[in-house]
C-alpha cells in the first residue's frame, strides 16, 4: 500500500497559517514595510563595521572615522541600487562567458566608486574593492544563517521583473500556470517524516494549512531520473532499461545525464508535445519535455541555440551573486569535509570514502547550481511562462554519498525548503498565478555497498564465472553534479568567443561525443581499453540494478544460450547472497526470473519454489515483464538482495544510498501538488500516469493544448503490458 497523507486544515493544536493569493501560506508574519525596515538596518550596521574593521586591515583602504564607515555602508547600497541593474544587463554576456569573474570585477569597480565619492575614505585599486565586497558578502551570509533570517528578495525581483518587460518577453494571462519543483531522489517516506521532524517546515506549513496535499506512487523498474523523467516529461519511457546500458546494434553504451544520449533519448521518446512544450522552461533536467526555454538541460545541451546569458540574467542581477555563492562554496566544502571526517571517526556504517575533489563537485550542485535554478525559475515565473520544471539534484548527490537519512543529507533537504519558500514568496509578483508542485522522480535505498559486504563486485563475480578475453565494466556511482557542470561548460564550449575557445582548449582531454565528460564516459573507456573492438562481456551498475551483455553476441541471448556458453555464471548469480534475483530469457518459458531458492515464469504466472519477486511488492513481476520486453533489455538484468529488516539494498556502484532497482524506499516518490488539484483514489503506478495526470491538471487550469492523454480521476493505472 503507498502512504498517503493529506494536509490538515488548521485547528486545535495547530497555529494558524495565513494564506497567500495562490493558495500558498504566507510563511512570513511580521509586515513587509517593518521586515524591510529591520533588515536594512541590520545591513547598514553589518556593513558599517566590517568596513571599519577592513580599513584598519587592507593598507590601500582608510575610512577616517565611524561615521564615516556608516556613509560608506550606505554609499554602497544606494549606488547598487541605483546602477548595478544598467550594469549588469549590459556586462551580462561578458559575465557569463567569464564564468562570473566579470561580476566580481565589476562588484569591485561600483565598491571602489562609492566609496571614493566621499570625503574622508578612499579605495585605492579595483582589487581592494573586489576583497571588500567578498568579505561584505561572506559577513552577511554567515550572520544571516546563524540568526536564521531569510534573504530580503524585493528588490531583486523588482529588477528581474522590469528587465524582462524591457526585453519584451512577459506573459500577462488570467490561466494560471504550474511550477513543478523536482527533488531528486527524495522518498515518501523520508519526506513524511522530515514534516515530522521539522527538517521541511515550509512544506509541512503548506500541508498542515491545507493548501496541499501529499501522495505517493511508484516507479517502475527502473527507478532512476532518466527513465522516470522520460515518463514525466514525456509520457513514454519504453526502453530504458537502466540508467546506463549496452546497445548491440551501435555497439557502443547509452549513459543517460551524457548530453549527446540524453540527446538521442529526447529524439526517441519525444512527440513535440512534451509537459513543456507550450513556451515552458526547462531547467537543470535530463530531458526537456520539449520546452522553448532551456537551460543545464542534458538533451539540449549540445544544440541549444538561444544567446546564453539571457538565461542567467536572473542570476546575476543580484549585486553580490557571484561574491555570495563563492562564499558559500567555501563554507560548503567545509561543510562536506567536516561531515566526512566525522563519520569516519565515530565508525557510522554504512559509508564510502568521500575525497577532496568530490567536496568541490557536492558544491556545484548544493550551492552553485541551486543558486542558478533558483534565479532562473523565479525569472520565468516573473516573465509569465506558463509551465516550468526543475529538478534540485542537491539532496541526492549528498544522500548518495552520506546516507538517505543522514544529518547533513538532512540539512540539504532543509536548504532545499527554504529555497522552495523563496520561489513561492515570487508568485505573489508574477504576471499570472501560479500553483506549485513539488514532487520527486524516485527515492533512494540506503545499505553497504556490494563490494562492502562481500569483498568482490559485480563484474568479479561475472569474470570468474565466464573467463572472458575483453570485458567493459561501468560500477562507479553516479557524479550528477559533474555531469550538470559538464553540461554547463558544454554549453559554454559551443559558442564562438574567446572564453568558449578556452573552455575547449582546457578540456580537450575530457571530451566525449562532442560533449564535455569531467566524469568517466563508457564509451571513451571502451575506445582506450580496446580500440575498435567489440568487447566480450559488458557488466553495468545502476545502483543494486546489474546489467549483463554479451555484445558479440547477436540479439537478445537466451538463457538456454548463456548456459551453453558460460554454464557457471546463471549458478554463481543465483548462489550469490547478494542477489535478489535475475531475469533472463529463456527459448521455452519466456521471462524467467531465478532466485535462490525458486523461479518465477512469467509469461505462464507460474512459479516454482519461493517466488523470487515475493520481497519486492505486489507489483514486482508486472515491472520485470514490462521490462523483458524492452527491445534493449540486457541478456542478464541482476536486481540485488533487500534485507527486509532494515530496508536495505547492497549497491553494485559504491554509493550508500542508491536507486536504479526494487528494494526498499527507492521506488516511491511523492507528489506534494495544490489540494483542489484532484489526485486519483487508485495508486499510481509508472512516471507515465503520473505525466498524464500532469496534463489533466494543466487542461483543467486553462491549457487546452495537454487535453489529449489526460488521466482521468478514475482511470485505472499501468501495472503490466
Known amino acids: 500500500m503507498l502512504t498517503r497523507l493529506r494536509g490538515r486544515r488548521s485547528g486545535a493544536g495547530h497555529h494558524p497559517i495565513r494564506v497567500a493569493p495562490g493558495g500558498l501560506p504566507d510563511l512570513h508574519s511580521p509586515p513587509m514595510n517593518l521586515r524591510i525596515i529591520w533588515r536594512g538596518l541590520l545591513v547598514l550596521a553589518l556593513d558599517a563595521v566590517t568596513l571599519w574593521i577592513l580599513s584598519a586591515i587592507l593598507s590601500g583602504f582608510e575610512l577616517r572615522d565611524a561615521g564615516t564607515a556608516i556613509a560608506a555602508a550606505a554609499m554602497i547600497g544606494v549606488v547598487n541600487a541605483l546602477l548595478w541593474p544598467v550594469l549588469a544587463r549590459l556586462a551580462l554576456p561578458l559575465t557569463v562567458l567569464t564564468l562570473g ?116 506512487w511508484e516507479t517502475d523498474w527502473s527507478s532512476q531520473t532518466g527513465a522516470c523523467q522520460a515518463g514525466l516529461l514525456h509520457g513514454d519511457n519504453d526502453d530504458m532499461p537502466a540508467f546506463r546500458w549496452w546497445e548491440k546494434e551501435r555497439g557502443t553504451a547509452i549513459v543517460t545525464n551524457h548530453p549527446r544520449d540524453a540527446e538521442e533519448l529526447e529524439r526517441r521518446h519525444s512527440d513535440g508535445r512534451g509537459l513543456l512544450h507550450e513556451d515552458g522552461a526547462s531547467r537543470a533536467n535530463i530531458l526537456s519535455g520539449d520546452a522553448p526555454h532551456s537551460m543545464l538541460t542534458m538533451s539540449t545541451a549540445l544544440t541549444r541555440r538561444r544567446p546564453i546569458g539571457s538565461d542567467y540574467m536572473a542570476y546575476f542581477a543580484r549585486p553580490y551573486a557571484v561574491a555570495r555563492t563563492l562564499v558559500l562554496v567555501i563554507a560548503e566544502v567545509a561543510r562536506e569535509r567536516r561531515a566526512a571526517r566525522a563519520q569516519v571517526r565515530d565508525d557510522v556504517r554504512p559509508r564510502i570514502a568521500r575525497s577532496r575533489s568530490y567536496a568541490l563537485v557536492r558544491a556545484w550542485g548544493t550551492i552553485v547550481q541551486r543558486d542558478l535554478q533558483v534565479s532562473a525559475v523565479v525569472g520565468d515565473i516573473l516573465s509569465g511562462r506558463p509551465v516550468i520544471y526543475t529538478t534540485f539534484l542537491a539532496y541526492d548527490e549528498v544522500a548518495h554519498h552520506s546516507g538517505i537519512e543522514r544529518h547533513d543529507a538532512m540539512a540539504v533537504l532543509r536548504d532545499l525548503d527554504r529555497q522552495i519558500a523563496r520561489i513561492a514568496e515570487a508568485v505573489p509578483q508574477a504576471p499570472r498565478p501560479y500553483r506549485l508542485v513539488v514532487l520527486s522522480d524516485h527515492g533512494q535505498s540506503q545499505g553497504e555497498t556490494f563490494r562492502d559486504r562481500f569483498g568482490e563486485t559485480l563484474e568479479d563475480v561475472v569474470r570468474s564465472a565466464c573467463e572472458p578475453d575483453s570485458t567493459i565494466a561501468v560500477e562507479s556511482g553516479e557524479d550528477d553534479s559533474l555531469a550538470y557542470l559538464s553540461a554547463g561548460l558544454t554549453e559554454v564550449a559551443r559558442d564562438d568567443t574567446a572564453t568558449a575557445r578556452t573552455v575547449r582548449l582546457a578540456t580537450r582531454g575530457r571530451r566525449a561525443n562532442g560533449a564535455i565528460a569531467l566524469e568517466g564516459d563508457a564509451r571513451r573507456d571502451m575506445q582506450q581499453a580496446h580500440g575498435e573492438e567489440i568487447p566480450e562481456l559488458s557488466v553495468m551498475a545502476s545502483g543494486c540494478l546489474g546489467l549483463i551483455t554479451f555484445p558479440r553476441e547477436p540479439g537478445r541471448v537466451s538463457l538456454e544460450r548463456v548456459e551453453t556458453l558460460y554454464p557457471r555464471l546463471i549458478p554463481a548469480l ?60 540486457p541478456d542478464v538484468m541482476v536486481n540485488s538482495r533487500l534485507w527486509p529488516e532494515f ?40 512516471a507515465e500516469r503520473v505525466h498524464r495526470i500532469f496534463r489533466r491538471w494543466l487542461t483543467q487550469l486553462g491549457h487546452p493544448g495537454y487535453e489529449s492523454e489526460t488521466d482521468s480521476p478514475g482511470a485505472s493505472t499501468r501495472v503490466s503490458t
Open 101 to 216: 569573474l566579470g561580476a566580481l570585477l565589476l562588484n569591485g569597480v561600483l565598491v571602489a566608486f562609492a566609496i571614493n565619492l566621499l570625503p574622508h575614505a578612499e579605495v585605492g585599486s579595483v582589487l581592494e574593492g573586489v576583497v571588500v565586497a567578498i568579505v561584505l558578502t561572506a559577513v552577511t551570509s554567515t550572520v544571516y544563517a546563524v540568526l536564521a533570517i531569510d534573504e530580503d528578495d524585493s528588490w531583486y525581483r523588482y529588477v528581474v521583473r522590469r528587465q524582462a518587460r524591457r526585453r519584451g518577453q512577459v506573459t500577462t494571462s488570467d490561466v494560471p500556470g504550474i511550477v513543478f519543483l523536482e527533488i531528486d531522489g527524495l522518498a515518501h517516506d523520508v519526506l513524511h517524516r522530515a514534516i515530522g521532524d521539522g527538517s521541511a517546515p515550509n512544506l509541512g506549513a503548506w500541508l498542515r494549512g491545507g493548501s496541499h496535499s501529499l501522495h505517493g
Open 574 to 633: 543465483r548462489d550469490h547472497d547478494g542477489i535478489g534475483f535475475m531475469l533472463v530469457r529463456s527459448e521455452r518459458f519466456g521471462a524467467t526470473v531465478i532466485g535462490p531458492a525458486g523461479t518465477a515464469f512469467l509469461d505462464e504466472d507460474r512459479v516454482e519454489g519461493d517466488d523470487p519477486l515475493a520481497p519486492f511488492g505486489p507489483n514486482a513481476a508486472a515491472h520485470v515483464k514490462r521490462t523483458d520486453g524492452f527491445l534493449h533489455c
Open 647 to 686: 530496508g536495505e539494498v547492497a549497491a553494485f556502484e559504491e554509493l550508500v544510498g542508491s536507486h536504479g532497482g526494487l528494494g526498499g524506499t527507492q521506488s516511491h516518490p511523492f507528489v506534494l501538488h495544490p489540494a483542489d488539484l484532484e489526485w486519483p483514489e487508485d495508486e499510481v503506478i509508472g
